[in-house]
């Protein structure tokens, strides 16, 4: 019970915090706007776990403005995360990899304007895990997934990491961008926190005990299933299947470019060096095999440049949605099985109010047998169940409130998701068309440059009387 | 654009143009090596064909075929017939298409003269030219089968590609005969464009295939020569070279094509999706449905791309097949000279053998000479038959030295004209082969710019 209060206590912070929230943003940035007491000066840089660390390095101000593009107020952010420097630990147990989080903030319930911390992969899974508790109906940017089995060896390999740490990063400043998520006190914890205040705290929360009850009510919940499911959400469901259906296909269609182009890459590599090869035999055409081998070469360069470019900026990206959208269904499951609690304790209510008003005096009998005066038993019955329905309708209002809030949380937060995707994905095909411009662009160039000295070198040779 | 003619070869011989049989006219004996004509069949000339064939000497010695006569090869067909063991068999034939220059010139358009011929006949008309011209780097066929090819080309030989590829490599082979000095005088040539039957008979009749060298022979003569010209054993080297080179170069070019291919045709996919996409979105449907346009043109763009350069490949696959022709003229060099060597080495014992009949000291080795000793000399005049025996063989001998010897001479001064002939011919093809597969890039880049542009309009709209 206790829990149920808290829970739905928090809700109602939420929910109001949320319709807060919006308007307050804009507020507080004019107030910094205009504070010229605002001063950002650095603050130590500690150590978290006193093992191996490099010294920190000055966050360049193009490191602050993250590699990500974001639809909203780039220029009303006041909060900047970086996460690079992976190092990996070595412990008796196990060996991990660390990443630190830089993190540059004007925001007044941060204490200080600096901080650099040191992370692993399972404090952000914490924090997502929290989060999610917390706030069941928003959408939370997914992380990087644990282990990707196709494609890669090992936990350790280079490109795996920087994979991830591209990946982390952008899921902290999705959150970061969040009005609501970035607010939240876990987060803040998360970002400032020396290694051992995050162990102990990692452990407050609600009890083992509650938390399996809690899931246990979820799955029985959605068991249950949904009855009376509003139809803008099913809706907004069907969007988010058909949505995840495409975003697997497009996945995996940039992959199989991807691999292709690397394919085509070696076969490229191999091209140059028979010209050149050819060019020894040759008197007369030595020459323009040996440029024809070069122009290859270059041409050679720039596909490799293409190849990298695509995989760093398009791929992840696409892969990301992918996890996007099995983010919303969990959402969308865990709005329903609000709803669908909600029901249920209707439902209990519905059942216990036609216990009290049915004639129904198999219990009087029952009660008769033990000697009790079935005048008596019956009232108590009644009292009884009047005290329990009394009960239920205060569950029901609360549960009514949860509901409430919960699907307006969400409906915010998925038009705010919807503007976030749609910017994330039109940038993501801008930067995968520029590439390709490019990269034709570059080509044309060494051709047209090689075309240019072949024809001189024709008219030169005719200019001799070589006709 | 052909390369200008090189100055006039030596008198090779005279055409009885006007002669409508191939018997009686002029052929060139290739191994007989003199200045004179040797004529068969036919030895009586007329006054009149006298003159004809000064007249025609002199119009034709610097004016290839190619600019006195159009010649295409237009089409392609196939045909069933009952091949050689009574088996039905399909094949392909081409129509050959001839018209003279003059008609059109003078505004007329008259309808050319064309007949069909089949592979194998273009084949029959090398060997031929082959061995009636060994000192002549003769153009190569297009191949009989297709290689190098990468997947999406099949390897079928009645596939329509392959086909169209070969019918302008046969045309090719047909104008380059034509615009040389030499072969474009032969009238087997002339006939097997302008003759549709009777042709083959009388190919098999000028007696070609008893003239051409074993191959035995050749490698034979090939490993066991002394002295060949210096300059035909670097050219030899170079012809290995050049094979090897663009078959290397052939290989990539394929396994390039096939990934380009990949690469493009998955961006097809690209079109279904962002379609299929576009139908749930509301702001970015558009956007999402006229880019998927773009991808769907962008992965076709790779077809045309990759005929084109289909064409590439088979302008150094020519030279491919040239340096299997060059090497053909390094062999019979090599042959030549062998003989050569031969001739002088066996007249040299001759002489010796002489020697030591009259001198009668015996300073080799011979079984003759052993069994005289065992068993008796011999007759004063068993002697004498004999010596006059070798006299008369060193007499042969010399003449045969004498003969090979400026054979040989002759052989090398024509080839290596023919062979600088082909070399200002291969430079210029490969520069202009070289410089098109830059065209082709610069397009192909071109294209890539169009179609990505295109597609990030409609991106920027979404």
Redesign the interface.
Known sequence: MDTLNSETATDSAVCSTFAKAAPDFSRQMLDLDEDEDLEVFSKDTTLTDGSSFNASMPTSPSSMINQYKFEEEPDTKDIFITVDCPESHVTAIETFITYKISTKTTRSEFDSCEYEVRRRYQDFLWLKGKLEEKYPTLIIHPLPEKFIVKGMMERFNEDFIETRRKALHRFLNKIADHPLLSCDEDFKFFLTAQAEELTSHKKQGPSILSRVGETVRAVAASVRGVKNRPEEFTAIGDYVETFSQKMIVLDKITQRISKEQKEYLEEMKEYGPVYMLWSGSEVELGDSLKDMANCIDKCCRETEEQVNALSENVVPVLHEYVLCAETLKAVLRRRDNIQAEYEAKNDALANKKSDRDSDSDLSFVFGGFLGKNPEEAKQQKQQKLDGEIEELKEDIEKLEDKVECANSAFKVDWERWLKSMQGDLKATFLNMADTNINYYEKCLAIWESFLISQKNELSVENGRGYS | KKS?PPPPLPKLGKVGSKCACGLGSRERMADSGSDEVAVIGNTDLTAAEEQNNRNNTDVEKSTPLLKKMEISVSEAEKRTGKNAVNMQETYTVYLIETRPVDTITEGQNPAPDSLWRRYSEFELLRNYLLVTYPYIVVPPLPEKRAEFVWHKLSADNMDPDFVERRRIGLENFLLRVASHTVLSKDKIFFLFMTQENGWKDMVYETGFQAKADSRLKALNATFRVKNPDKRFTELKH?SD??QS??S??LR??A??A???Y??YK??G??GR?FS??S??ER??GD?LQS?GHHMDAYAASVDDILEEEEHYADQLKEYLFYSEAVRAVCRKHELTQYELEMAVQDLTSKKLQREELATGTVRTFSLKGMTSKLFGQETPEQREAKLKVLEEQILEGEESVKSKNSECDEYVKNAWLDIDRFKEQK?QD??EA??S???M??SM??K??QV??N??EC??K?
């Open positions: 200008p170079y070279e050049l080179v663009i290397q170069l990539v070019r396994r390039v096939d990934r380009l990949g690469v998955v961006h996919n690209y999706v299929e996409w139908a749930i702001e970015m956007g880019a430079n490969l520069k070289i410089i597969y830059a065209v890039q610069i880049c071109k890539g710019i990505w542009t597609a990030k991106f920027s979404m």
